[in-house]
């Protein structure tokens, strides 16, 4: 069964832009996270969905964005870079089936820096 | 949210047995106990779930005492390919990971 896919793995954008990163999920899963992953803040939550509605959501500003489509395939937006939002940005899957050992699989990653 | 507690780093030579220890003092009733390992530049990989007393899997074990305050993740014989950032989490997943906290982890070296 293939792995979590995020696309691009790396990504360099300068202070002002927006970008869009994708991420498959492993099929059949139908839950997708994403957490922001930095040197000083370690692995932050930002938000989760689950059949294309945002189940849950972390404490980030809302230049931060995401979607779900039908196929479960999730992408993540963030409006308005600034140099803070460099980071390591993950995407996990999980079969969602809403109990407690709900175990996450983790991405490779896309690594965004902000220039 | 559970705060979790773990060494920042530890060495050990290959070979050893290998015990990392996440102190978690306001663990609820419904949480569960997760760890994960972590290699640069790579996404985390689930080691091992558990609730309480020992579950075993073929990679660790993972040890919770009856009052569940803390968790002993145990990795027997350790290579140098151990060498990885380990986090304990601890929270209730069936309300998503929002409740979940991730921890500062453990970097652990393995010296040849």
């Known amino acids: 069964k293939a792995g979590v896919t995020q696309t691009p793995r790396y990504l360099i954008k300068t202070r002002g832009q927006q970008v869009t990163l994708s991420c498959s999920p492993i099929?059949?899963?139908?839950?997708v996270s994403w957490y922001q992953q930095t040197p000083g803040q370690g692995l932050q939550f930002l938000f989760e969905y689950f059949s294309e509605t945002q189940r849950n959501k972390g404490n980030f500003p809302g230049r931060f964005s995401g979607r779900q489509f039908s196929n479960s395939r999730s992408e993540m937006n963030v409006s308005t870079l600034e140099l803070g939002d460099s980071a390591l940005y993950l995407c996990?899957?999980?079969?969602?089936?809403?109990?407690?050992?709900?175990?996450?699989?983790f991405g490779p990653g896309t690594r965004l820096t902000v220039l | 949210l559970a705060k979790t507690t773990q060494p920042i780093s530890m060495d050990s030579y290959e070979g050893q047995e290998v015990n990392i220890t996440c102190s978690h003092n306001?663990?609820?009733?419904?949480?569960?106990i997760t760890w994960y390992q972590q290699f640069p530049s790579q996404g985390p990989r689930f080691i091992i779930q558990g609730y309480k007393t020992k579950v075993t899997n073929e990679v660790a074990s993972l040890f919770i005492p009856a009052d569940r305050k803390s968790s002993t993740l145990s990795l027997p014989r350790v290579s140098l390919s151990d060498t990885a950032v380990y986090y304990c989490?601890?929270?209730?997943?069936?309300?998503?990971?929002?409740?979940?906290?991730f921890g500062t982890g453990t970097k652990l070296q393995v010296i040849p």
């Open positions: 099929s059949g899963h139908r839950s």
């Open positions: 996990a899957s999980s079969g969602a089936s809403g109990g407690p050992v709900d175990t996450q699989y």
């Open positions: 306001n663990i609820a009733t419904n949480d569960y």
């Open positions: 989490l601890v929270g209730d997943l069936r309300g998503g990971y929002q409740k979940v906290t």
